[in-house]
């Protein structure tokens, strides 16, 4: 087991969960150009995560079906799934595994200024993202390839598997006696952490520089990406920030992080428009 990391921790619980201790720090992708090396510690399983997400993405679209909300906009479905197709390929450089996800991409009618990409390739847009911010294609080119960066970096799963070892801290006192709940539920977990929970600015970071490389290997501007910040800081009125940044929070330094890595992936947006 590895211990680098203060959550990866050993306790005596139940057989239920042995198969949950076995904290791995693993390399979820190739630097790219952008050298994103960061190793991670996981404590669930990866088919564990993607099978989840397959569920909590069904519970999704089904809420959205029955609002009559999924995919009513064909332009914008178009217009988003033409730029998602240019992002997919992109994904092999950072892990080649990604091109045979099951990806999935749907645009939910909603004045919420949102988008996300759950593990295994399942994206969300939101059309008052695109509309209200009134976002070029290179703008959400940038949007996209971010979230599909959470997901190739396995970010849900990393943040899933704080919360799991935060539980099996807490179980491991009652652990004697047996569980009565068990662990938590990954259907709901990936929810919360799509929906609720704040990334960390590491996990922000590197989907900032990941999807600036994305989007510059499929042709988009990466000029663009500090653009989407700037419209999405000025979106903020009051108390109200656009709920892309209640999971997505931005600092200070965020447009000065993008902008100082535009030159890495400069010659690949000029290559690729060749």
């Not at 201790?21 to 399983?45: F, H, I, Y």
């Not at 890495?264 to 690729?272: E, G, I, N, Q, S």
Request: with cysteine; proline share 5%; aromatic share 4%.
């Amino acid at each position: 087991m590895t211990s680098t990391k203060p959550w990866c921790i050993a306790l005596a619980v139940p057989s239920l969960l042995v198969g949950l201790l076995a904290c791995q720090s693993v390399s979820t992708t190739a630097p790219g150009a952008v050298g994103v090396d960061r190793k991670q510690n996981m404590l669930v399983s990866e088919a564990q995560i993607e099978q989840a997400a397959a569920q909590s993405y069904a519970q999704e679209l089904d809420k959205a079906r029955a609002k009559n909300a999924l995919n009513t906009d064909t332009r914008l479905l178009a217009r988003v799934r033409a730029i998602t197709d240019r992002l997919i390929p992109q994904t092999t450089v950072f892990r080649p595994d990604a091109a045979q996800w099951n990806w999935a991409v749907n645009v939910e009618t909603s004045d919420e200024l949102n988008a996300y990409c759950m593990p295994g390739g399942k994206i969300m847009v939101y059309s008052g993202l695109v509309q209200k911010l009134s976002l070029t294609d290179d703008e959400l080119a940038s949007v996209i390839g971010h979230e599909m960066a959470h997901a190739l970096r396995e970010h849900s799963r990393e943040r899933v598997s704080r919360a799991y070892a935060q539980q099996l801290a807490i179980a491991g006192v009652a652990a004697a006696t047996g569980l009565g709940q068990g662990t938590v539920d990954l259907v709901s977990a990936i929810g919360q952490v799509t929906f609720q929970l704040p990334h960390s600015r590491e996990q922000e970071a590197e989907a900032d520089i990941i999807g600036l490389e994305l989007m510059a290997r499929g042709g988009y501007d990466p000029h663009a990406a500090p653009s989407v910040w700037r419209k999405m800081g000025a979106a903020q009125s009051g108390n109200a920030p656009p709920e892309f940044m209640s999971t997505h929070p931005s600092g200070s330094t965020r447009i000065a992080d993008l902008e100082s890595n535009i030159p890495k992936v400069l010659p690949l947006y000029r290559a690729a428009k060749k």
